[in-house]
């Protein structure tokens, strides 16, 4: 999926998701890269991103954590985290 796609099934401006890719990178998570740089999220991005905003909104995570959170090897997005 590109980016207007995930920011409008998120409900976010496609500058609002630009900057939480941007803090789940710096906290390790990978996104892949279609061939002219851009990223090309997978459903299970879209999970992730659902689980970080969730943690940050629901509850009362700031960005970085709930970016360390999501980013972390053991964490498992669940229907707990999906807003």
Do not use: C, H, W
């Amino acid at each position: 999926m590109n980016a207007g796609e995930v920011a409008t099934k998120l409900n976010i401006a496609k500058d609002t998701l630009r900057a939480y890719s941007l803090e789940l990178e710096k906290a390790g998570y990978e996104f892949k890269r279609n061939n002219r740089n851009q990223r090309d999220y997978s459903d299970y991005d879209l999970s992730i991103l659902n689980a970080f905003l969730t943690l940050s909104k629901t509850y009362g995570l700031t960005l970085k954590e709930a970016a360390s959170k999501v980013s972390s090897s053991d964490f498992k997005p669940s229907k707990r985290y999906q807003g």
